[in-house]
């Protein structure tokens, strides 16, 4: 049911502000229990965390990338926002949003964690 879909513009210039959004529908970006995460692979690299915003409003951000990432969310949208400035060809990458997921094992005391539902990704490209 909740599908999560990123846009932006796929070109962006050396030293300008990378922004995308990620719309999610079939659920609510404020409902408790879940966050929302931003993840990229460059080409030919792994996958990269590289930040998340909580069901309130609260943002966790990679060390390596805390300095220029601001993630924020739009509730009235269901949106959730990345903005990434300064950037270089080394930010060339397929940028992807995802829902992350905490709940109780049934019968016992246990939680899981899953990052459940993925967008399709969107490559951006830094160029000139």
């Known amino acids: 049911q909740v599908q999560l879909q990123e846009s932006g513009p796929g070109l962006v210039k050396p030293s300008q502000t990378l922004s995308l959004t990620c719309t999610v529908s079939?659920?609510?970006?404020?409902?408790?229990?879940?966050?929302w995460t931003w993840i990229r692979q460059p080409p030919g690299k792994g996958l990269e965390w590289m930040g998340s915003i909580t069901f309130s409003g609260n943002t966790y951000y990679s060390p390596s990338l805390k300095s220029r990432t601001s993630i924020s969310r739009d509730t009235s949208k269901n949106h959730i926002t990345l903005q990434l400035s300064s950037v270089t060809p080394e930010d060339t990458a397929v940028y992807y949003c995802?829902?992350?997921?905490?709940?109780?094992?049934?019968?016992?005391?246990?939680?899981?964690?899953?990052?459940?539902?993925w967008g399709k990704g969107t490559l951006v490209t830094v160029s000139s």
């Open positions: 079939g659920g609510s970006i404020t409902t408790n229990g879940y966050s």
């Open positions: 995802a829902r992350d997921s905490w709940a109780v094992v049934d019968g016992t005391l246990d939680y899981y964690y899953a990052m459940d539902y």
